[in-house]
């Protein structure tokens, strides 16, 4: 039997991570998250007729919503603001875990979020619509 403290040994350091869109690697973040993602379709659904009888079916949807946190005095930012065609073009961004790489080469600006001013440091969360993303194990870290 093993002793759950045979699992305690594992190691997340958030300097691991490296976020680069189109290249670029942002340099200033937010507290909290540096990114979340999320998947809009499930891998696999259930139909059933009316009798009951289920049939898996197995999704291949990779359309995925992408938030990277990032501080308002970032570069980045500052691209958005001046360069109509960076809100418009597709962006490849790759970001590394020491888990996973996250990769996409199809992410869009969704709009300019939501901003706020007050006495923190400025915080922008640049959401990215993904027509496919996808997630795969960091076999560097392994």
């Known amino acids: 039997m093993q002793s759950i403290n045979e699992f305690t040994d594992g190691r997340w350091d958030v300097a691991d991570m490296v976020v680069s869109i189109d290249g670029i690697k942002p340099k200033i973040y ?57 809100k418009e073009e597709a962006h490849k961004i790759v970001i590394y875990t020491p888990v996973e790489i996250i990769s996409t080469s199809s992410a869009s600006i969704a709009k300019i ?26 076999e560097d870290q392994k």
């Open 30 to 86: 937010t507290s909290g998250d540096v990114f979340t993602l999320s998947f809009n379709e499930d891998n696999i659904t259930i139909s059933s007729d009316v009798y009951g009888n289920g049939i898996t079916v197995i999704n291949h949807n990779g359309q995925a919503d992408l938030t990277i946190n990032l501080s308002r005095l970032d570069p980045i930012w500052k691209k958005v603001l001046e360069e109509q065609a960076f």
């Open 113 to 138: 979020p939501d901003l706020n001013g007050n006495n923190e440091a400025p915080t922008v969360g640049l959401q990215f619509h993904c027509v496919r993303a996808s997630v795969d194990p960091n």
